[in-house]
């Protein structure tokens, strides 16, 4: 249903009389037509901001009240102005992101690393509100002189102190605190900004049993909160007036998704295109074409390949734009097709609708445009369609990207023309002055699929010679080739001069075990089998696994293949089905049933891996009737220390996760829920709350230190060594006793709520040579401190 209602709230500003008991701000606005989607919304919810409403009895109050309505914005840094930032030079990622409106609306640049952005938006949004109150009772009109001196007294000494104190400090006023108190001062700490003060404020009453919702309150708050960028204390009063059946205000939603697209933690671009679709489907308003240009510019800026859910999102602000009236920038159309040209499953018929779309709104294709529509057609193997894109970009006068020749040889090798496909690789030399790495993957993965032996071979002897890195790739491919002929001296060979060169990797140290296996080198085998097992940076896998199990079943060394099985029932990998025959049959011989333990435990090794990560800020999460827990596993995506830690901990806790096909680690996985993790729940996290154990100084073990230090640690630009924790400070003291028994002085420094510990110096060389032993080879380089450096390399 489509409701258009304009309203205008006509009366002047207006007050009360000196003897009045309320002096009442209004503000002349006018509301545009507004969208419902959903029948069963309050038609009467429409846009709005706090606007707060003093309780008075004299002039002057309300004058010095209406100065504070005034002022309420906070300050911000200046804005970037439109002029300075059209004259950037920007990539295809931040071109897209532009915004460029019609020369009847103000042209509005954004950047996520500003918060002028964030001010701006709520400005423009404010001229669609409405009026919302919060009621405050001034100090003066309080009949009791007590609780005047009492309330001056908390609004006085309230922001002064840390979050505990003030808590403590609420606590002892119990008895005589009213909710019209407790808003009095939080109102208070937002005139002062002292956002997060009032934010603290505003959760203790609403533990208190004399709370009663506020809801212009609540809106006032939220608003303060993410123009700051507390994006957690926004959504948490956010959450607040969601449980409370209440739809936020416009401004709310607005200050949230910007508050969220200004962050670069993982996790809240997802957040932020949560709160944008909500704001649409839920609270049924109609944002700016600023904030949509805004999300529309992170989706196309984000890491990684866009996924399937990426290109949903960019559709569903696509379709908001357009039904709302609003302008469709090129930059729009053009991060579209980009985005579907991206995708395993190319739909061309929307690439070609989007690019007729284009031609109607007056734009021409850009560089960008046509290069993806050459990798859409690529994928498609449409060679007639490539070739005339080719000639269109060539058209355009603009140079050759280097991708464009990497798409053009992928189109020919899927029709299998690899001739041409080599002779466009060949070009490269002459339009871009040699070819890109891109470019050698690309033929180097052609050529290998027809298996051309001696010509692989000079083409990956070229690619060393050009000196340029990321050399895995085509070693995996030539390794593929080797297998798939039988050649196992020359894999053998390739295998070898890929670890001198390459990083380690899972993948090709399969393929040369399946080899091995499949040679009758089974001693040989295993040996690399456990040197995979015991290097956290390669581990092993299902496949791994089956492999050797096959030769070991195949050889009858059925000892062997007792507890490859063990281990796979261990990690919960699932045996092959011709295997599993063998295996039920062997084992049947032994009368053994072929099943999985009934019982679990966490070994010593995995004790000792939790305590460190604990320590860390590893999450547990407890039910209600705390008889179960699951570990919460977190890990950074741009970290490149927790990349290597991910896939570590995540073979080490194998059997303690729930079973997924998908072979992928997410940043983010969780333990199923079992009564094993209580030991950790009650001490490392009671009450739900982070807190540093009593007997912490007995269980620090060299292993669970080097945890500590690769999940949370650093390694600073002097070189010292630097371990974040959290909890209290009796329990901080108690670390610092424990390093200090181990003779390594350390530093303690607070920020937040979160203690730093830094070992310097000698110290830092002592800590690194206790655990040392337990860090995970790939990432010694990274941690290792200056001091032991300097020892490790006369040495």
Partial sequence: MIANRACDFSPPLSTASPSGAFATVTVTVTIPNFYFFSPSLNPNIIPHLPIIRHRSSSSRRLLRRLSFSRNETQSFPQPFTANSASHRTRTFVEHVAGTKESPNQTIEVYDFGDLESARNDVRNVATRRVETDVEVREIEDLPEEWRRSKLAWLCKEVPSHKAVTLVRLLNAQKKWVRQEDATYICVHCTRIRENETG??????????????????????????????????????????????????????????????????????????????????????????????????????????????????????????????????????????????????????????????????????????????????????????????????????????????????????????????????????????????????????????KINQVELAESLL??????????????????????????????????????????????????????????????????????????????????????????????????????????????????????LMEKLD????????????????????????????????????????????????FEFRGKSQAHLILRQHIHDQFREWLPHSEDEDIPLEFSSISHSCFGFYADNFWPNGRPEIPKLIHRWLSPQSLAYWYMYSGYRTASGDVILRLKGSVEGIEKVVKALRAKSMECRVKKKGNVFWIGLQGTNSGLFWKLIEPHVLEDMKDHLRPAYEAVDHDRD
């Fill in 199 to 448: 934010f603290r404020v505003y959760r203790w009453m609403t533990q208190q049993n004399w709370y009663r919702f506020d809801f212009g309150l609540a809106t006032k708050l939220a608003d303060f909160l993410g123009k700051e960028r507390k994006f957690t204390k926004c959504r948490e009063v956010f959450d607040d007036i969601m449980n409370q059946g209440r739809v936020p205000s416009e401004s709310t939603f607005h200050i949230l998704v910007v508050a969220y697209l200004s962050s670069s933690e993982e996790g809240c671009f997802q957040e932020a295109c949560s709160v944008y679709n909500r704001m649409i489907q839920l609270g049924g308003y109609r944002p700016r074409l600023s904030l949509h240009n805004s999300l529309f510019r992170a989706l196309v800026s984000k890491q990684g390949g866009p996924s399937s859910d990426d290109v949903r999102q960019a559709e569903f602000i696509f379709h908001n734009v357009v039904t709302t009236g609003l302008e469709v920038q090129k930059d729009i159309y053009s991060g579209l097709i980009w985005l579907h040209s991206c995708q395993d499953e190319v739909d061309i018929e929307r690439i070609n609708y989007l690019r007729e779309e284009m031609r109607k709104a007056g734009f021409e294709e850009s560089n960008e445009v046509v290069v993806s529509l050459l990798r859409a057609y690529a994928k498609e193997g449409e060679v007639e369609e490539v070739e005339r894109t080719w000639l269109e970009l060539l058209g355009l006068d603009c140079g050759i990207p280097s991708q464009a020749f990497v798409y053009k040889m992928e189109a020919y090798a899927k029709v299998g023309d690899f001739a041409r496909a080599l002779k466009i690789f060949r070009e490269m030399d002459k339009h871009l002055g040699g070819a890109t790495v891109s470019g050698y993957h690309k033929i180097i993965e052609v050529v290998c």
């Fill in 461 to 578: 002897e070229e690619f060393l010679e050009t000196g340029k890195k990321q050399l895995l790739p085509s070693y995996i491919e030539i390794v593929e080739m080797y297998f798939d002929l039988g050649l196992h001296e020359k894999l053998e060979k390739a295998f070898v001069d890929c670890l001198e060169k390459c990083q380690p990797n899972q993948t090709i140290y399969n393929i040369y075990l399946e080899s091995l296996v499949n040679i009758g080198n089974l001693e040989k085998a295993g040996d690399v089998f456990d040197e995979m097992k015991n290097n956290g940076t390669i581990n092993v896998n299902a496949s791994s696994c089956n492999t050797v199990l096959k030769g070991y079943l195949d050889s009858g060394n059925h000892a062997k293949a007792k507890k490859i099985y063990e281990l796979m029932s261990l990690k919960k990998y699932e045996v092959e089905s011709q």
């Fill in 585 to 632: 049959y062997i084992l049947s011989l032994v009368r053994k049933e072929v099943k999985k333990p009934l019982s679990m435990k966490l070994s010593k090794e995995q004790r000792e891996v939790l305590l460190g990560l604990l320590l860390g800020g590893l999450r547990v999460e407890s039910d209600k009737e705390r008889k179960s827990h699951k570990i919460m």
